[in-house]
């Protein structure tokens, strides 16, 4: 597609489920970024993908939290047992490199209640 | 989680005046960028810096890397009502490292 595309955009869901956030990069685009945005705060880093390789994990903060990438393409962002300040918007970018100019998609709005 | 330090984090300006934000950070980066954030939507890029010393402009944005490449501002001319927004700074090392996000300026530009 034309830009980064991010599904669901709104998920809400009990506390104690696990949830999967998709993320669609821009086609060709190597470099994979999710980030945490909390309401009014700026943007949290959580974990970069270069290419199906994660060299920097250091953002997730716990071993709830883990995300994969495939074929150079798709990236999966799973949460399990879900915690209330889990709620966030879920932000993933692509750029065609590391460092780079990187171009979001519109996020997933997640709620646990 | 790391973030740079952006300033100042909010202002409140009258429609047609000029703004200027700047970001600094402790650690060197080869890439500087300038994002708007949209209520409800996801950053946008607006300007790209590669080089220290660089200064772009994008229609009315203009964007220097400081020579130090510790530094960058971002200056918006003439503002309008659609200029409110949050923006943001993110600097990147390498083509093997993540971008690192300012801590955000929100403006509001009233009539």
């Known amino acids: 597609g034309a830009g980064v595309s991010q599904s669901p955009s709104n998920k809400v869901t009990e506390k104690g489920k696990d949830v999967e956030l998709r993320c669609d990069p821009i086609?060709?685009?190597?470099?994979l970024y999710w980030y945490r945005q909390s309401l009014g705060q700026g943007l949290e880093f959580l974990i970069y993908f270069q290419g199906n390789s994660a060299p920097d994990k250091s953002g997730l903060p716990s071993d709830r939290f883990s995300a994969e990438r495939t074929g150079g393409s798709v990236s999966t962002l799973t949460i399990q047992r879900t915690q209330q300040e889990d709620s966030a918007v879920y932000l993933c970018?692509?750029?065609?490199f590391g460092g780079g100019g990187a171009f979001f998609g519109q996020g997933t709005r997640l709620t646990v209640v | 989680g790391q973030q740079l330090n952006q300033s100042p984090q909010s202002m409140f300006i009258q429609e047609g005046e000029d703004v200027s934000m700047n970001c600094t950070s402790s650690s060197i980066f080869n890439t500087w960028l300038w994002y708007k954030q949209d209520p409800g939507e996801g950053p946008v890029l607006l300007i790209a810096?590669?080089?220290?010393?660089e200064l772009t402009s994008n229609g009315r944005l203009t964007a220097q890397f400081g020579i130090t490449r510790k530094d960058s501002f971002l200056n918006i001319s003439a503002s309008i009502p659609s200029d409110v927004g949050i923006y943001f700074c993110a600097g990147g090392f390498t083509e093997a490292d993540k971008l690192i996000f300012g801590t955000g300026t929100r403006l509001q530009v009233f009539p």
């Open positions: 970018a692509s750029s065609l």
């Open positions: 086609s060709g685009h190597t470099a």
């Open positions: 810096l590669y080089k220290a010393g």
